[in-house]
């Protein structure tokens, strides 16, 4: 004899949860009962896949598919409060200027503080790009506007704005959630800059130049309401911080 299944309303047996549903469906039930603990373990999984990404540019890539699938841990009625909403165009520009300033004084401090060579880590940010595409120009030059346009800025956005942010919030606070995220988001950018070369030069400029980034994105999240506004916010600025790296090398 078999055990009795859930029915729904009108009598029917609810269809069995299996593979890849019953994984999500495990991973929600996870996050909805321990916010924090399971954004705690999302973060590790991420940071560890960026991290890595340093040696291998596959890992990199990865890192950024595993935070597009972050949203997947939330309920729908979740991804309102965790930020994946429309926002309004005031409190969203005013947002996208601190972003902007927060990009500019950053990148004016690193600049005074390790040149325009190596130990400057927005110098380094096209070479990302060109060791993606060696000898195509035009094909690094479009990937930069992509993806730090769009692409990046989406993904980090709703991950760390979104639902690491929402996690953090729902149990310390708004003040607590830019904090942690903004830290959290600055600790993997170390895939990315100073750790293959190992330069501490990079590192001590790149942790604290991301996370005062980090801490303008955050206020913009609080100010609007959403990882969306945030994106829009990040683009721009990395639209902008590249147009200056390429104009002044």
């Known amino acids: 004899m078999t055990a009795d299944r859930p029915v729904t309303a009108s009598g029917s047996p609810v269809p069995a949860v299996t593979g890849r549903a019953r994984t999500v469906h495990r991973l929600r039930a996870h996050h909805r009962a321990a916010p924090p603990a399971s954004a705690a373990l999302l973060f590790a999984v991420l940071a560890g896949a960026r991290i890595a990404g340093a040696f291998a540019l596959p890992l990199m890539v990865l890192s950024v598919g595993l935070s597009a ?7 729908r009625a979740d991804r309102v409060a965790a930020g994946l909403r429309r926002f309004r165009f005031r409190p969203a520009a ?3 200027g601190l972003v902007v300033l927060a990009y500019a004084d950053t990148v004016f401090a690193t600049r005074a503080a390790f040149g325009r ?9 096209p070479g990302l790009f060109r060791q993606m595409a ?3 120009p ?17 993904v980090e956005e ?6 690491l942010y929402h996690a953090v919030e729902r149990a310390r606070g708004p ?20 750790l293959h070369p190992f330069d501490t030069r990079v590192i001590c400029g790149v942790l604290p130049s991301v996370f005062t980034m980090g801490l303008a994105l955050g206020i913009c999240r609080a100010w ?8 829009v916010a990040q683009g721009t600025a990395n639209l902008l911080l590249l147009g200056w790296v390429l104009w002044a090398l």
């Open 117 to 125: 060579g190596d130990g400057n880590w927005t110098a380094l940010v």
């Open 158 to 163: 709703v991950c760390y704005r979104g639902v």
């Open 69 to 75: 699938l972050v949203p997947a841990v939330l309920d």
């Open 175 to 194: 003040a607590a959630a830019i904090a942690a995220t903004s830290a959290a988001w600055a600790l993997v950018h170390l895939g990315d800059y100073g």
């Open 224 to 231: 609007t309401g959403s990882a969306l506004a945030g994106a």
């Open 138 to 154: 035009v094909v690094a030059g479009v990937a930069m506007v992509v993806c730090m346009g769009v692409l990046v800025p989406l």
């Open 94 to 96: 005013a947002g996208t």
């Open 134 to 136: 060696p000898g195509a």
